[in-house]
């Protein structure tokens, strides 16, 4: 389906608002004001399903409803399936709620010492920033939280989480979340960033963002400046399909890791978009071209009004079967659960070890071929060889 992944193919430019000048699309602050946040706006782009239409009533009890412009512009308008559709636009399903299904489905809340740290691993940290987002996934994992459309009584407080991680040594690794991060203007960030590199046990600092993907335009040069004055920041995206992997988000990916910022790709398996090994070996293979590493891959979290989204689990792994010895080492993320209730990132992996004898293990490659290796060493058999002369250091 995406055969071509040259660059020159990437999507550019604008659909709708093509009457707005340039320098209007290419500003964040007109991409923000400019959202589309009702049922009434999204129909005046788009002709929606009656279901869709539900779905967006619904959007105003359980997460708002919000996309950019840039973003909307990747929806195929003629394909009720477009996998960027299904993202952001909100369905009728997102109101019934499965047996198995969790406001806090991975368990933070029991872990939040403050209002705005989840500190569940013993080294790192989320901190929590913000509660709003460029636009809103609709399977978010932290939907009661985020968008404040279910009244979550949360009002981010730097101070109380800086002190927090300031008095605790144990903490090396610290993940500025949210909500988006990004969505603090430079001066606020510029301040958090400054303090938390203050704090002489932190070595480790990292933002996870879907800004770059939602709305590109943020990473300015200014805000790179910031990242680089504070550097080394770290920052994990979120893309999960090729389509999102466009010229625009290609040149903000250029201007982050010309700062200095190492970057990563969280996507989440995602039912219609991109549960298929084709579809997901494209958007891995266009983010190594715009030097993100693929991350993780997550299996969608057990969040209330999701049963629409999740894929039996057997389809991650299939899909890192798919890639194992197929592409790139570099392309390949690690599968996980997030463990319901607490349980914290579980990798998943393909079993490529057939049995375990005492001598040996068998082990079956990626073409399904079988290969032996010995379980231990057995120094005491080895043949005593004369050692050669080390030739190549003589000059
Ligand atoms: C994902 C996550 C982290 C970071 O985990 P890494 O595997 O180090 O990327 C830290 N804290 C919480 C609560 C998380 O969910
Ligand atoms: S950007 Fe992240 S926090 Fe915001 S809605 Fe999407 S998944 Fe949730």
Partial sequence: MYPNDRRENWFRGQGHWADVPEEKW???RWQLQNRITTADELEHYLELTPDERMG???SAYKLSLAITPYFFNLIDPKDPECPIRKQVIP???ESRTAPEELLDPVGEESTMPVDTVVHRYPDRVLFLVTDRCAAYCRYCTRSRLV???QDYNFHPNFEEGLRYIEEHPEIRD????GGDPLLLNDVKLDYLLGRLRAIPHLEFIRIGSRIPVFLPQRITEKFCGVLRKHGPIWMSIHANHPKECTQELYEATERLALAGTPIGNQSVLLKGVNDDPEVYRSLIHRLLMMRVRPYYLYQCDL???SAHFRTGVEKGVEIIRALRGNTSGYAIPQFVIDGPGGGG???INPDYVREVTDEEV???NYEGREFRYPRYPSPENAAVEEPAPVEYLAD
């Fill in 91 to 93: 369905r009728g399903a």
């Fill in 56 to 58: 967006a009533r619904f």
């Fill in 345 to 347: 990132k579980i990798p």
């Fill in 362 to 364: 068998v082990l079956t």
């Fill in 147 to 149: 968008s404040n459309a």
């Fill in 26 to 28: 290419k500003s964040w």
């Fill in 303 to 305: 969040i209330t009004g």
């Fill in 174 to 177: 610290v993940l500025l979340s």
